[in-house]
């Protein structure tokens, strides 16, 4: 089972900053990266797959990068309403489907 | 406009059965997998099941592998989760997701319901 740990654990950012969040895989998994987004109460929506390719109606604020073992989530102004749990996600070597912890994104 | 709803979440005693059910609508539900994903009280998403679109393939996680059995019925357009055996820790909120793609292997979780909430506890 690959392990998928993520970083920070919380992430203290003023509105119009920028907030960069890690994960990083226990073995390759290419780039079958997935990022979600979960509000408080709401279920998770969809934010990019394959690393890099953003879902459909995700705003360009929204990046990720990273191949192998590394990767990276970047919001390059932050917004109110993206205050919020990221979590990654691997789904290169399935089952099973495996998540990280979260990073919970804050107002500083 | 892709819409999931989960119903059957409810308190059960340790050791009883529940049926999760999830009504979809807005897509060609026979086409596509099918997940379920749990997350309890206050902590992280834990992948649960998967279904290929054929019923072809299944997959579950260790965790509830003997217990638990994903179906659907592709002409109701309703997933299922079938239960039994529950455990305290199997205490969170279920949430139906649609994959991607139609055979569950190598896809991303592209819609999500809200959840339904199972309690075990005595």
């Known amino acids: 089972e690959i392990v998928m740990t993520q970083s920070p654990a919380t992430l203290s950012v003023s509105p119009g900053e920028r907030a960069t969040l890690s994960c990083r895989a226990s073995?390759?998994?290419?780039?079958?990266l997935a990022w979600y987004q979960q509000k408080a109460g709401q279920a998770p929506r969809l934010l990019i797959s394959g690393a890099s390719t953003r879902a459909t109606g995700i705003p360009a604020r929204f990046s990720g990068s990273g191949s192998g073992t590394e990767f990276t989530l970047t919001i390059s102004s932050l917004q109110s309403e993206d205050f919020a749990v990221y979590y990654c996600?691997?789904?290169?070597?399935?089952?099973?489907?495996?998540f990280g912890q979260g990073t919970k994104v804050e107002i500083e | 406009e892709v819409q999931l709803l989960e119903s059957g979440g409810d308190l059960v005693q340790p050791g009883g059965s529940l049926r999760l059910s999830c009504a979809a609508s807005g897509f060609t539900f026979s086409t596509y997998a099918m997940t379920w994903v749990r997350q309890a009280p206050g902590k992280g998403l834990e992948w649960v099941s998967s279904?290929?679109?054929?019923?072809?393939?299944?997959d579950y996680a260790d965790s509830v592998k003997g217990r638990f059995t994903i179906s659907r019925d592709n002409s109701k357009n309703t997933l299922n989760l079938q239960m039994n055996s529950l455990r305290v820790e199997d205490t969170a909120i279920y949430y139906c997701?649609?994959?991607?793609?139609?055979?569950?292997?190598?896809?991303?979780?592209?819609?999500w319901g809200q959840g339904t909430l199972v309690t075990v506890s005595s």
């Open positions: 996600q691997q789904y290169d070597n399935l089952p099973p489907w495996t």
């Open positions: 997701a649609k994959n991607s793609g139609t055979i569950a292997v190598r896809e991303v979780f592209d819609s």
């Open positions: 279904i290929g679109g054929s019923v072809s393939r299944t």
């Open positions: 073995q390759s998994i290419s780039t079958k």
